[in-house]
């Protein structure tokens, strides 16, 4: 089973980070190291989404 989620964090935090291509053009992402983990969930703003679920 997985889920697919939706959440804003602080841009500050993020301006530190680059964004990856990963796959097609259109696959982007953030790759950020385990260690700072805690502080990207410290710089959450507002409610996590679920907005997909898929199961074997």
Same mark, same amino acid.
């Given at each position: 089973?997985?889920? =697919? @989620?939706?959440? &804003? =964090?602080?841009?500050?935090?993020?301006?530190?980070?680059? =964004?990856? &291509? =990963?796959? !097609?053009?259109?696959? @982007?992402?953030?790759? +950020?190291? !385990?260690?700072?983990?805690? &502080?990207?969930?410290?710089? +959450? /703003?507002?409610? +996590?989404? /679920? +907005? !997909?679920?898929?199961? !074997?």
């Amino acid at each position: 089973m997985g889920y =697919v @989620t939706r959440f &804003q =964090v602080k841009k500050e935090f993020m301006d530190k980070y680059e =964004v990856h &291509q =990963v796959g !097609a053009s259109y696959h @982007t992402e953030w790759w +950020i190291p !385990a260690e700072e983990l805690e &502080q990207l969930n410290e710089n +959450i /703003v507002g409610l +996590i989404e /679920v +907005i !997909a679920e898929y199961r !074997a």
